[in-house]
């Protein structure tokens, strides 16, 4: 007899069930077993010390499992270790998931023992694999997958039009204002606390604070400012024991250097224009630099090596008897 065709496709129907099933348990157990960490370095040579140095380390825990970390290396070739931390007694615990970041100064020097021993020739090869090597609560473990980073500063090489465009922000005590903030008011009160008013060049339209408006002729100076509140914490308009006002823009002024230019108003540009144009010029770009580099060169080879030039020395000819009279 023929099977029921419905009967069939209610068992496929369950088979692909369960099959997908299976298959979201295995990664479900996959993820609390075992370890799987990735990671990357960044090896610095710096002014303030000879040696290169291990600058800055991420790792990543891609688990679902805490691991304990208690020691970190950086396996330079074969036998030798770099040890970057010790955590003693009280071990970085990474969470599931979890990635950390680790950043490191300059050195005096390396040790090997009780001698000095040098590894910039290492450092710098490439061919000598570099790796970093972790003390976990199970045991050796070597970073052996990369993390992966992308910075758009890699696009600008190969495209100038490319704009890497940074915020810059003006911070007091942990908190950003933005460039309309002309004054910053610190109110010292009685408990000890501090409180910060942000004051803006127009804010003599709008009442800043509870009793009373501050008035446009006291926002000329931080001075006016400054003394305007203080005759109003005298009269018991202001409860605070003292007050301090910071000028911004004499700040900005000293800080910013690019302040005072007139600023570039960003435009639309078009795919042709970025991809198509944009890696035209940069090409023309490196072209001229590479031309303006060689004749520089040449011009510094011919300054460093004159060609000598030499010259016979004139015969002085003696009178022969024609010439006498």
């Known amino acids: 007899m023929l099977a029921d065709p419905m009967s069939v496709v209610l068992s496929l129907i369950t088979i692909v069930f369960a099959a997908i099933a299976a298959w979201f348990a295995r990664s479900a157990f996959l993820l609390?077993?075992?370890?799987?960490?990735?990671?990357?370095?960044?090896?610095?040579?710096?002014?303030?010390?000879?040696?290169?140095?291990?600058?800055?380390?991420?790792?990543?825990?891609?688990?679902?499992?805490?691991?304990?970390?208690?020691?970190?290396?950086?396996?330079?070739?074969?036998?030798?270790?770099?040890?970057?931390?010790?955590?003693?007694?009280?071990?970085?615990?990474?969470?599931?998931?979890?990635?950390?970041?680790?950043?490191?100064?300059?050195?005096?020097?390396?040790?090997?023992?009780?001698?000095?021993?040098?590894?910039?020739?290492?450092?710098?090869?490439?061919?000598?694999?570099?790796?970093?090597?972790?003390?976990?609560?199970?045991?050796?473990?070597?970073?052996?997958?990369?993390?992966?980073?992308?910075?758009?500063?890699?696009?600008?090489?190969?495209?100038?039009?490319?704009?890497?465009?940074?915020?810059?922000?003006?911070?007091?005590?942990?908190?950003?204002?933005?460039?309309?903030v002309r004054y910053l008011v610190l109110l010292k009160m009685p408990s000890g606390s501090e409180e910060v008013i942000p004051i803006r060049e127009r804010d003599y339209?709008?009442?800043?604070?509870?009793?009373?408006?501050?008035?446009?002729?006291?926002?000329?100076?931080?001075?006016?400012?400054?003394?305007?509140?203080?005759?109003?914490?005298?009269?018991?308009d202001l409860r605070c024991a003292d007050v301090t006002v910071q000028d911004l823009e004499s700040w900005r002024r000293e800080v910013f250097e690019e302040g005072g230019r007139e600023p570039i108003e960003a435009s639309s540009r078009s795919w042709i224009t970025y991809h198509i144009f944009g890696r035209a010029y940069t090409w023309w770009s490196d072209y001229k630099m590479r031309r303006q580099n060689r004749r520089a060169q040449s011009k510094r080879s011919a300054t460093a090596n004159p060609k000598a030039e030499t010259s016979l020395p004139q015969a002085h000819s003696r009178p022969g008897p024609s010439d006498s009279a």
Not at 206 to 235: C, G, M, N, Y
Request: glycine fraction near 6%; aromatic fraction near 10%; hydrophobic fraction near 40%.
């Open 205 to 236: 339209e709008v009442r800043i604070l509870k009793k009373f408006r501050i008035p446009r002729e006291a926002l000329e100076s931080s001075a006016t400012l400054e003394e305007f509140l203080l005759q109003r914490a005298i009269d018991g």
């Open 32 to 180: 609390k077993s075992g370890l799987r960490l990735r990671g990357s370095h960044t090896v610095t040579s710096t002014i303030d010390c000879d040696d290169k140095f291990v600058s800055s380390l991420t790792i990543e825990n891609v688990k679902d499992r805490a691991v304990a970390i208690f020691k970190i290396f950086l396996e330079v070739g074969h036998g030798y270790y770099i040890e970057l931390e010790d955590f003693g007694r009280q071990p970085l615990i990474l969470a599931p998931f979890e990635a950390v970041t680790r950043e490191y100064g300059p050195i005096e020097y390396y040790s090997a023992g009780m001698r000095r021993i040098r590894l910039n020739a290492l450092l710098d090869a490439k061919p000598i694999r570099k790796r970093l090597v972790l003390s976990t609560s199970d045991g050796r473990y070597v970073i052996r997958e990369r993390r992966k980073h992308w910075d758009p500063l890699s696009l600008f090489f190969q495209n100038y039009l490319t704009g890497i465009i940074r915020p810059i922000r003006s911070t007091f005590k942990g908190k950003a204002y933005g460039s309309n």
